[in-house]
């Protein structure tokens, strides 16, 4: 675990013991404990959710794009005032 050997944990252990001491060593190593528990949850879920993104991305590059029909665009009447087989010039020039 991590390279470190048996004397080398019994070391840390002491050296905790006599720093913290015997009546918070069991509060810390529990709490120690359920962040380990976390992090290792969080780890999982995240790499639960990048392969699952992953693997939809593949999914939608491996299958074609659906095939769309073409849009039917509504017919729209022309106003009534402006009529297009008579040019604007004369419309506007009076009869002689």
């Known amino acids: 675990m991590f390279g470190i050997g048996m004397p080398e944990m019994i070391i ?4 905790a013991l006599i720093v ?3 009546h918070k ?6 709490s120690l404990g ?4 976390e992090f290792k949850k969080a780890t999982e879920d995240f790499q639960k959710n990048v392969q699952e ?10 299958t074609p794009p659906p095939q769309v029909a073409a849009a039917v665009t509504p017919h729209v009447e022309t106003p009534v005032h402006a009529s297009p087989s008579v040019p604007v010039e004369k419309m506007d020039t009076p009869k002689s």
Not at 25 to 30: F, M, Y
Not at 53 to 62: F, H, M
């Open 25 to 30: 060593l069991p509060e810390l190593a529990k």
């Open 53 to 62: 993104e992953s693997r939809k991305s593949e999914e939608k590059e491996a």
């Open 12 to 15: 840390i252990l002491v050296i």
């Open 20 to 22: 913290i001491g015997p």
């Open 34 to 37: 359920k962040g380990l528990a």
